[in-house]
């Protein structure tokens, strides 16, 4: 029996071919999302509720505020994209990719925040009889950019060919398929062509810019005062980044920043610094010193997961190995040694022993490789959490006071600056988080560095051969085991620097907060999935990845004990759209997306 393929009909014109999503003329759909685009800008003016009982005080004329500054930047980006996908002069700056995938995806997310908030206002004060003018307003203005941007031309894809002896769910599944298929499509942008040179001086300004405007986007963020508001801010941020990176801009800004790694880097660190003294107290930048230890440890992690392409499972009791150690010297009246050392004397102790502890643990157990290697340092980290549980002086010998761990952490004092005491530094005040949140700052800079200098070294190239091949590595010379020692015991020592720290900006070290998976991070399971969300093998991969993980469950408590439930959501979904990470390396998106130009030249890290 011979099985006919049919091919799916075709259009036989080149405009039906390039149509839009949304049956509109596409004068018309651009118009329409361009006007949509005014007009919630002008919506954002207008009062959306008559009573201030819900957050951020939309009642007010004439002044945004809370989610209406949101859904501004939304419409502002609309509006702009909109006009420069005209053509006019002067603006094809801002659109040297797809102007058109640019403006969907801004009405998308705008669209998306303002309906939001028009649901999450009618919910909580019991009706659309709640909304005033301006959320009527605003629901129509971004419901018509977005159709009007949904209705502008794209080359939709080839259809794929169908069996006539399909049955009826294999034929809707490739319907659905053929589908979301042309929604791709119509959001996908082109690469934008290779921008002329700029002035070295200019090029600064750029990369101080865009150093500017990620540290406003995390002050706000991390500044949000209530749920509704962070939820809006997730979906400006999101989506507003995806229309910079539609437009170009994102490539654009990272080609310039590869071309001053160093001057990037030292930018990225200033405009951390500043952090602190945007604060009024230290509300905030408890979250941002837990960040930074969050942060610093998955970056560790990162080269034994990223680089060398272990899978450790444990990782988190390095952490803890460093924090007991420092502890333990630190002069706390809960800690048995009774001795005081100095800070840089304790972390390199922690750092030391951490060490150690990687070289013990790695020595007889790296010779296993995937699951197995997983489990055995899955174990390891249980094996420390139950053995410091346990060395409480009636299961075992009197080091670790057992669950109560060790209490009193005093703070630290390097010459004669007091971490636990405020000071003043250019009129700002600078509470002990913030001291702190700086101290940490640095031993970030150190882990970085390290990191940098070793993917680039002979060593590094090793790892990353190690990671695509072990057995290509091992026959071209590489001694495997050594290699991936030498990785266990360099990440082991930076996660033992961090928990030095850590010790004293929590006061206690118990074994509850080394677990593989727990409510609250840093624990193994998240510190690894910072590393695959971020992106394995990058720098700021694990850095955003960590500050996301750490941040969206502290600002998601209001979902009670569905908050694992939506945060496991939310990373199934991402790893679904984007299983590479959010900044990944060059080679690896290119193992995602075949489809995608390959780079003309990859780093020693294949970035």
Same mark, same amino acid.
């Given at each position: 029996?011979?099985?006919?393929?049919?091919?799916?009909?075709? /259009?036989?014109?080149?405009?039906?071919?390039?149509?839009?999503?949304?049956?509109?003329?596409?004068?018309?759909?651009?118009?329409?999302?361009?006007?949509?685009?005014?007009?919630?800008?002008?919506?954002?003016?207008?009062?959306?509720?008559?009573?201030?009982? @819900?957050?951020?005080?939309?009642?007010? +004329?004439?002044?945004?505020?809370?989610?209406?500054?949101?859904?501004?930047?939304?419409?502002?980006?609309?509006?702009?994209?909109?006009?420069?996908?005209?053509?006019?002069?002067?603006?094809?700056?801002?659109?040297?990719?797809?102007?058109?995938?640019?403006?969907?995806?801004?009405?998308?997310?705008?669209?998306?925040?303002?309906?939001?908030?028009?649901?999450?206002?009618?919910?909580?004060?019991?009706?659309?009889? =709640?909304?005033?003018? %301006?959320?009527?307003?605003?629901?129509?203005?971004?419901?018509?950019?977005?159709?009007?941007?949904?209705?502008?031309?794209?080359?939709?894809?080839?259809?794929?060919?169908?069996?006539? !002896?399909?049955?009826?769910?294999?034929?809707?599944?490739?319907?659905?398929?053929?589908?979301?298929?042309?929604?791709?499509?119509?959001?996908?942008?082109?690469?934008?062509? /290779?921008?002329?040179?700029?002035?070295? +001086?200019?090029?600064?300004?750029?990369?101080?810019?865009?150093?500017?405007? %990620?540290?406003?986007?995390?002050?706000?963020?991390?500044?949000?005062?209530?749920?509704?508001?962070?939820?809006? @801010?997730?979906?400006? &941020?999101?989506?507003?980044?995806?229309?910079?990176?539609?437009?170009?801009?994102?490539? $654009?800004?990272?080609?310039?920043?590869?071309?001053?790694?160093?001057?990037?880097?030292?930018?990225?660190?200033?405009?951390?610094?500043?952090?602190?003294?945007?604060?009024?107290? !230290?509300?905030?930048?408890?979250?941002?010193?837990?960040?930074?230890?969050?942060?610093?440890?998955?970056?560790?992690?990162?080269?034994?997961?990223?680089?060398?392409?272990?899978?450790?499972?444990? +990782?988190?009791?390095?952490?803890?190995?460093?924090?007991?150690?420092?502890?333990?010297?630190?002069?706390?009246?809960?800690?048995?040694?009774?001795?005081?050392?100095?800070?840089?004397?304790?972390?390199?102790?922690?750092?030391?022993?951490?060490?150690?502890?990687?070289?013990?643990?790695?020595?007889?157990?790296?010779?296993? $490789?995937?699951?197995?290697?997983?489990?055995?340092?899955?174990?390891?980290?249980?094996?420390?959490?139950?053995?410091?549980?346990?060395?409480?002086?009636?299961?075992?010998?009197?080091?670790?006071?057992?669950?109560?761990?060790?209490?009193?952490?005093?703070?630290?004092?390097?010459?004669?600056?007091?971490?636990?005491?405020? *000071?003043?530094?250019?009129?700002?005040?600078?509470?002990?988080?913030?001291?702190?949140?700086?101290?940490?700052?640095?031993?970030?800079?150190?882990?970085?560095?390290?990191?940098?200098?070793?993917?680039?070294? $002979?060593?590094?190239?090793?790892?990353?051969?190690?990671?695509?091949?072990?057995?290509?590595?091992?026959?071209?010379?590489?001694?495997?085991?050594?290699?991936?020692?030498?990785?266990?015991?360099?990440?082991?020592?930076?996660?033992?620097?961090?928990?030095?720290?850590?010790?004293?900006?929590?006061?206690?070290?118990?074994?509850?907060?080394?677990?593989?998976?727990?409510?609250?991070?840093? =624990?193994?399971?998240?510190?690894?999935? &910072?590393?695959?969300?971020?992106?394995?093998?990058?720098?700021?991969? /694990?850095?955003?990845?960590?500050?996301?993980? +750490?941040?969206?469950?502290?600002?998601?408590?209001?979902?009670?004990?569905?908050?694992?439930?939506?945060?496991?959501?939310?990373?199934?979904?991402?790893?679904?759209?984007?299983?590479?990470?959010?900044?990944? =390396?060059?080679?690896?998106?290119?193992?995602? *997306?075949?489809?995608?130009?390959?780079?003309?030249?990859?780093?020693?890290?294949?970035?």
């Amino acid at each position: 029996m011979t099985t006919q393929t049919t091919a799916a009909e075709t /259009p036989s014109t080149p405009t039906a071919a390039q149509a839009g999503l949304i049956g509109l003329p596409a004068p018309l759909g651009r118009a329409l999302a361009t006007g949509g685009g005014v007009l919630t800008i002008v919506s954002t003016f207008l009062a959306w509720t008559w009573t201030a009982a @819900f957050p951020g005080d939309l009642t007010v +004329y004439g002044y945004p505020g809370g989610l209406q500054v949101l859904v501004l930047i939304g419409g502002i980006l609309t509006t702009l994209f909109g006009v420069a996908s005209y053509g006019v002069k002067g603006l094809g700056w801002l659109t040297p990719g797809s102007a058109d995938s640019a403006l969907k995806t801004a009405a998308l997310g705008t669209f998306a925040t303002a309906w939001y908030t028009v649901l999450a206002i009618s919910a909580k004060l019991g009706g659309l009889v =709640n909304l005033e003018p %301006g959320g009527y307003v605003v629901a129509v203005a971004t419901l018509a950019a977005l159709l009007g941007a949904l209705a502008l031309p794209f080359e939709r894809p080839e259809p794929e060919p169908f069996d006539p !002896d399909d049955t009826g769910r294999e034929r809707f599944r490739h319907q659905s398929r053929q589908k979301w298929n042309n929604v791709k499509a119509a959001f996908a942008s082109e690469a934008p062509a /290779p921008a002329r040179k700029l002035p070295a +001086y200019a090029e600064i300004l750029v990369i101080v810019a865009a150093m500017a405007l %990620g540290l406003i986007v995390f002050t706000y963020g991390i500044g949000t005062e209530y749920d509704q508001l962070f939820i809006g @801010f997730l979906l400006t &941020a999101g989506f507003g980044f995806g229309a910079l990176a539609k437009a170009g801009l994102v490539a $654009r800004v990272s080609a310039i920043t590869a071309r001053h790694r160093n001057i990037t880097m030292a930018g990225a660190f200033a405009a951390a610094a500043a952090f602190p003294l945007t604060q009024s107290d !230290d509300q905030y930048a408890t979250i941002g010193v837990y960040i930074l230890i969050f942060a610093t440890v998955a970056l560790g992690l990162n080269i034994v997961v990223g680089l060398a392409g272990l899978l450790d499972l444990g +990782y988190v009791a390095f952490l803890g190995v460093g924090a007991y150690t420092a502890a333990l010297v630190s002069g706390s009246p809960s800690s048995p040694l009774h001795v005081q050392w100095p800070f840089w004397a304790s972390a390199l102790l922690g750092a030391a022993v951490a060490m150690v502890f990687g070289v013990l643990i790695g020595a007889p157990t790296l010779r296993l $490789r995937g699951d197995y290697l997983a489990i055995v340092t899955l174990g390891f980290g249980e094996i420390f959490r139950i053995t410091v549980l346990n060395m409480d002086g009636t299961s075992g010998p009197d080091v670790t006071n057992g669950s109560n761990g060790i209490s009193s952490i005093p703070n630290l004092d390097i010459l004669g600056f007091d971490f636990g005491q405020e *000071h003043q530094f250019l009129g700002a005040t600078v509470g002990r988080f913030a001291n702190y949140f700086l101290l940490m700052l640095l031993i970030t800079f150190i882990v970085v560095v390290v990191f940098r200098r070793s993917s680039d070294s $002979r060593i590094g190239r090793a790892w990353i051969a190690i990671r695509e091949d072990e057995t290509a590595a091992l026959a071209m010379g590489i001694n495997g085991f050594r290699v991936k020692l030498i990785a266990f015991a360099l990440g082991a020592a930076l996660a033992g620097l961090a928990g030095s720290v850590q010790a004293h900006v929590t006061y206690t070290v118990t074994p509850e907060q080394y677990q593989f998976a727990h409510v609250v991070p840093p =624990n193994s399971a998240f510190l690894l999935a &910072a590393v695959v969300l971020g992106g394995m093998g990058t720098i700021a991969g /694990p850095l955003v990845g960590a500050a996301l993980l +750490y941040l969206i469950p502290a600002k998601l408590q209001f979902l009670g004990d569905y908050q694992l439930f939506a945060f496991g959501v939310a990373l199934v979904l991402l790893m679904r759209f984007r299983p590479e990470g959010l900044i990944p =390396n060059r080679r690896r998106q290119l193992e995602f *997306h075949e489809e995608t130009e390959a780079p003309a030249v990859l780093s020693k890290a294949g970035a």
